[in-house]
Structures are given as C-alpha cells and as structure tokens.
Nanobody, 115 residues
Framework: QVQLVESGGGLVQAGGSLRLSCAAS????????MGWYRQAPGKQRELVAT???????NYADSVKGRFTISRNIAKNTVYLQMNTLKPEDTAVYYC?????????WGQGTQVTVSS
C-alpha cells in the first residue's frame, strides 16, 4: 500500500511557475515508478511525467522542456517543477505510484493558469 499526498497547486498567470509535491507513505525507492498525470475538464486523464526507481524520466511531448520531475529520497517526495505555464496546462494534477503491479493515486491538486 502507498498513500500519496499532493500539494503546491494554485492559480498562476501564463508564463509563471509552480512546483507540485507528492509525499509518499513509504520509501520511494521501493516503488517501481512514480509519476504525475493531469485531467482537464471534459478530457481524459493524461500522462505528464514519470520517474522510475532507477532515475529514468519520461515526459509528455506537450511539457518537454518546461516541466521537470525530480525526487528527494530522504523525504520520500517527488516533485513536478512547472515553468512557462500555459492556459492549456490548467487541470487537476494527480500523483501516481506503481508498485508490484498495483497502482495508487493521490487526491489531486488543482492548477489553474490564467491568460
């Protein structure tokens, strides 16, 4: 079992930055993959970025060069640094963990980018 708690969402103007945090209830090195997904109103949930136990990262094309996923192992926390935000980045952002074939989700945090 893994509990995930996100924080850091909010309202920001286009071109601004936000950093999301996801605190896990256990050692994140025991988790196969951690990631961030987002869901905009009326749209399906989509992958934003992932980070494997070994440190490999993957990004959606729409956020490459603007978003960075990272982790603090001592704090069991994964971050999503979001720069040069655009109105189309507006969504609820969810933290995700995959461990031994099981998938876990956080409660989500709202990010709103105004134009």
């Amino acid at each position: 079992q893994v509990q995930l708690v996100e924080s850091g969402g909010g309202l920001v103007q286009a071109g601004g930055s936000l950093r999301l945090s996801c605190a896990a209830s256990r050692n994140i090195l025991s988790i196969d993959v951690m990631g961030w997904y987002r869901q905009a109103p009326g749209k399906q949930r989509e992958l934003v970025a992932t980070l494997t136990r070994g440190g490999s990262t993957n990004y959606a094309d729409s956020v490459k060069g603007r978003f960075t996923i990272s982790r603090n192992i001592a704090k069991n926390t994964v971050y999503l640094q979001m720069n040069t935000l655009k109105p189309e980045d507006t969504a609820v952002y969810y933290c995700n963990a995959v461990s031994s074939g099981d998938q876990y989700w956080g409660q989500g945090t709202q990010v709103t980018v105004s134009s």
